[in-house]
């Protein structure tokens, strides 16, 4: 079992950036792989970035690719998610989420993860 906890949100302008972190408990965070997902109001939960247990594969929702960079520190058992060029339209809650699947393709679905953080906020004023 892994607990998660994010950090790192808080309100920008637009174009400025962020960076997310989701800090994992246990000893076999690298066993985990990894995913940031985010839910605006009245929206669904979607899919941002993935990240495989090894760090060497990671992916992204088109909406944020170019702009976000998913990243993994297994020694600090932490997970990162730089935000740049940062749009209104990526104001939402942000959520990191952990599962020990191997799956191919990586799972980008909500249903695919069975751990979860609290949850940070993200606001981007135009």
């Known amino acids: 079992q892994v607990q998660l906890v994010e950090s790192g949100g808080g309100l920008v302008q637009a174009g400025g950036s962020l960076r997310l972190s989701c800090a994992a408990s246990?000893?076999?965070?690298?066993?985990?792989?990894m995913g940031w997902f985010r839910q605006a109001p009245g929206k669904e939960r979607d899919f941002v970035a993935g990240i495989r247990q090894s760090g060497l594969s990671t992916y992204y929702a088109d909406s944020v690719k170019g702009r976000f960079t998913i990243s993994r520190d297994n020694a600090k058992n932490t997970v990162y998610l730089q935000m740049n060029s940062l749009k209104p339209e990526d104001t939402a809650v942000y959520y990191c989420?952990?599962?020990?699947?191997?799956?191919?393709?990586?799972?980008?679905?909500?249903?695919?993860?069975?751990?979860w953080g609290q949850g940070t906020q993200v606001t981007v004023s135009s």
């Open positions: 246990g000893r076999t965070f690298s066993s985990y792989a």
């Open positions: 989420a952990a599962d020990q699947t191997r799956s191919v393709p990586f799972i980008v679905t909500q249903t695919g993860y069975h751990y």
